[in-house]
């Protein structure tokens, strides 16, 4: 199967999304998929995880040079990629400002797309300077875009209900999952342990709280 992937973040990009793009792709390829991933970073390998890596051209927010966001509208580079890579299926992981295009050639070449939501944009919004305020305000309105796709999954149930209360067709959530591999049992230290459980700092309780996720 052609899988079409658009992600927010990849690499070089370090955070939950993009961690989870990874296993998501190193999984699908090990599967037997032809993935084929557009991604608004410039910086980003051309082959990963053993899938090409085409990029889109973006631009840096305001006051969040951590990120790239595509332009909105690359229809003709799109299409170019619609034409040529034939995808069987479309996973776009956002919200981003490309999610339009995404869908309108979707329909065109009656292609299934899935659109997963993992950032949750109005609970940024009132800490934002006023020009990024106005830009992402308008990337809001993609939360109403996503009802135009096959499905929409997002990582928790507390997000699943935030989506629904505002409007979103959220149908599903892509569930969170530990790597097995990075985080074996095997590599259990009974020393390391017994120092952490020694150190003063253990023994305070921890609790961080996202917004985005609605995680604890």
């Not at 658009?6 to 955070?15: E, F, G, L, M, R």
């Not at 507390?158 to 629904?164: A, F, Q, S, T, Y």
């Not at 959530?173 to 120092?195: C, E, G, M, N, T």
């Amino acid at each position: 199967m052609r899988v079409l992937l658009y992600s927010t973040a990849i690499y070089p990009k370090v955070d939950g999304v993009a961690n989870r793009v990874k296993h998501h792709i190193r999984a699908l390829v090990a599967l037997g998929h032809q993935v084929l991933v557009l991604c608004p970073y410039d910086s980003a390998p051309s082959l990963y995880e053993g899938a090409q890596v085409l990029r889109l051209p973006a631009f840096v927010p305001l006051d969040y040079d951590e990120s790239q966001l595509s332009y909105p509208f690359p229809l003709m580079t799109l299409n170019r990629v619609f034409r040529e890579f034939r995808p069987d299926i479309i996973h776009f992981i956002g919200p981003e400002f490309v999610l339009i295009p995404f869908l309108l050639l979707s329909r065109y070449y009656k292609v299934p797309i899935l659109v997963s939501y993992h950032f949750y944009v109005r609970a940024f919004l009132n800490s934002m300077p006023f020009p990024m305020r106005m830009l992402f305000t308008w990337m809001t309105w993609m939360e109403m875009a996503c009802n135009f796709a096959d499905l929409v999954i997002c990582p928790s149930k507390p997000m699943m209900n935030i989506l629904r209360d505002i409007g979103m067709r959220c149908e599903d959530i892509w569930p969170p999952a530990v790597d097995i591999q990075q985080f074996s049992p095997s590599y259990y230290d009974h020393d390391l342990r017994s120092k952490v459980r020694a150190s003063p700092r253990a023994r305070r309780p921890r609790c961080c709280s996202s917004p985005v996720s609605g995680r604890d």
